[in-house]
């Protein structure tokens, strides 16, 4: 399944930019290159970086990677509700909530790296166990209705537009 594949009305346009953001290779290699290269982009940073925010009030980058982390987690779990066919509607989340709860400061970056690949390993063994018919499954979360395989490659998209941030502002 390739991004192509999707529809606009499998996602809340909120999305749209981070669904454009995304390759045309399928789903998990996507999620599979993403990872990668996520990785490979951490191990490189030198530790005294986590703690710089590039203006006062804006995240750490530390913060900005475990937020990267804890929407995956999120986005994780209503693919899982979605592919399940769980018609109850899902809240969303307010991410400034859970930044500062996140305890970014007293993280090393092995810890923050290793969270990072167990959870994408965990998103990649999901999104594989989904079969056709659960990944075109469409749920509500936030009010809007997306489909189980366009929060896979939101997933992908979110990390991308983050990685970016960081290469513009925290570099």
């Known amino acids: 399944m390739l991004v192509s594949d999707l529809s606009a009305s499998e996602y809340a346009p909120f999305y749209h930019n981070y669904i454009l ?3 045309e290779n399928d ?8 990872k990668d290269e996520f990785i490979s982009f ?8 986590l703690s710089y925010a590039y203006a006062e009030g804006k995240w750490t980058l530390a913060e900005l990677i475990l937020h990267v982390i804890d929407a995956e987690r999120v986005f994780q779990y209503r693919a899982l509700r979605f592919g399940r066919n769980d018609k109850l509607a899902l809240a969303g989340f307010d991410q400034d909530i859970y930044v500062p709860e996140s305890n970014a ?3 090393t970056k092995k810890t923050i790296i290793d969270e990072y690949n167990t959870v994408r390993e965990s998103t990649l063994s999901l999104f594989r166990s989904f079969n ?8 509500n979360a936030s009010g809007s209705d997306m489909s189980t395989r366009a929060m896979g490659f939101i997933i992908c998209g979110h990390q991308a537009h983050h990685l970016k941030i960081v290469r513009e502002r925290y570099l």
Request: aromatic residues 0%.
């Open 27 to 34: 789903l998990i290699t996507e999620l599979g290159n993403g």
């Open 21 to 23: 953001s995304v390759g």
């Open 42 to 49: 951490l191990e490189n940073i030198s530790k005294d970086k």
């Open 132 to 139: 056709d018919e659960a990944l075109k499954r469409v749920g």
């Open 105 to 107: 400061g007293s993280r």
